[in-house]
């Protein structure tokens, strides 16, 4: 052993046998770490893989289930949506003011008060409630109303005013543009007492003979067959309670208008008379029926 190497070949021997032990279990631990990382990769790339799997299957579901909601309120007129939809304020109280003339206890006594007005040019619309009234003609003016009330009083004949308040009430699970549909529908009440009520009132001062009285009548039954028909059409999907009870009324209007010509008369204009106030009435059982489907 030199003076200037203080160590041994056994140290030099034992020295580089360690160097080389702790080099191997540096590259075993190396080479371990990057098998744990592949795997730690492969790991995640897994995880990633089924987490975007899912999210595609989410997104399929989401998918599949928004275009069945759309379709069906297609095929429903809206239906569906209808819910989610803010509704539309209410539909403003219409009131028509029939004029009564007759209250009887049985229909005999009615029926008969009614062909005696008739023949004086009266409608004789006969309505029954708890008891039976006979109805001279239905009114949009108060004044108008009050008017013929006063001239009556003053020809010894009995006479009051009856409100008939119409307001339609739209189901909530009617949309906001089939309600639009039903409304349009719902005036052509309305549109039909304006025109029977202006014939009526030319017939009585001669401003229209009777001929064309009836002709005005029969264009009247066109244009609401052909409204019937444009109803009919624009609900055609809808198979709510209030469509087909409203197409139903537009019928009624129809066969109302029909039966003017076929009615025995004195003065066309009773029947007519007969016909508008009818209608009215029929307008107001309507409302009463969306009310109850609401």
């Known amino acids: 052993m030199s003076k200037n190497n203080p160590y041994s070949p056994y140290f030099y021997k034992n020295y ?6 702790n080099a191997n279990k540096t590259v075993e631990s190396s080479t371990d770490f990057e098998k744990i990382s592949v795997k730690s990769r492969k790991k995640q790339s897994r995880v990633y893989k089924r987490n975007k799997r899912g999210a595609i299957a989410l997104l399929l579901i989401m998918i599949c289930f928004f275009s069945t909601v ?7 007129s809206g239906f569906i949506l209808a819910v989610f939809e803010p509704k539309t304020a209410s539909v403003e109280t219409k009131i028509y003011y029939a004029v009564r003339i007759g209250y009887f206890s049985d229909k005999k006594t009615a029926d008969a008060y009614s062909e005696d007005v008739s ?7 006969v309505r029954c409630n708890e008891n039976y009234s006979v109805i001279a003609a239905v009114y949009k003016d108060s004044d ?12 010894n004949m009995a006479a009051t005013i009856t409100a008939i308040e119409i307001k339609p009430l739209y189901s909530e699970f009617l949309s906001n543009s089939m309600q639009k549909k039903c409304e349009t529908g719902l005036n052509t009440f309305d549109e039909v007492y304006d025109v029977l009520f202006d014939i009526s009132n030319k017939l009585d001062d001669s401003r229209l003979s009777e001929t064309d009285a009836m002709n005005e009548i029969k264009n009247l039954i066109s244009y609401v067959n052909d409204k019937k028909n444009t109803f009919d059409y624009a609900t055609a999907n809808c198979a709510h309670l209030a469509v087909g009870k409203i197409g139903s009324a537009m019928l009624l209007i129809v066969k109302r208008l029909e039966e003017i010509g076929k009615t025995d008369y004195v003065y066309l204009s009773s029947p007519v008379r007969y016909a508008y106030t009818a209608i009215i009435y029929d307008y107001h059982d309507l409302c009463n029926d969306l009310a109850r489907l609401s």
Do not use: H, P, W
């Open 144 to 155: 108008r109303a009050i008017q013929v009330v006063d001239r009556m009083i003053k020809n």
């Open 70 to 76: 759309l379709c069906a309120d297609y095929f429903t």
């Open 119 to 125: 023949a004086r040019a009266a409608a004789g619309y």
């Open 16 to 21: 580089r046998e360690s160097e080389l032990e």
